[in-house]
């Protein structure tokens, strides 16, 4: 009679007992997709579409006044990590 009863219950919630453990599942993984800095990358050219090697590429932070400055590589690229999320000016 018990064994009956389980299942009749178990039957009723099933689904939603999956549910939550797809939502549980899922959630530390969404967690931490979550950051609070931006990147810049590019690649630095002239008017001819020439790389420029050893250019100096800043981003400013207006909020804060944070300058980071990156020199471009041999193909002219750079890559700024870690910026602070705001409005920034880039030269």
């Not at 990358?41 to 932070?61: E, P, T, Y």
């Not at 909020?63 to 705001?86: K, M, N, W, Y």
Request: glycine residues 8%; charged residues 15%.
């Amino acid at each position: 009679m018990c064994r009956g009863l389980f299942s009749k219950v178990f039957t009723r919630w099933r689904p939603r007992l999956l549910v939550a453990l797809v939502v549980l599942g899922l959630t530390p993984r969404m967690a931490l997709a979550q950051y609070n800095t931006a990147e810049v990358s590019g690649v630095v050219i002239d008017v001819q579409g020439s790389v420029i090697f050893g250019a100096s590429v800043v981003a400013l932070h207006l909020v804060t006044g944070l300058t980071i400055e990156r020199v471009t590589d041999a193909q002219g690229r750079f890559f700024l990590p870690a910026l602070p999320v705001s409005s920034t000016d880039n030269s």
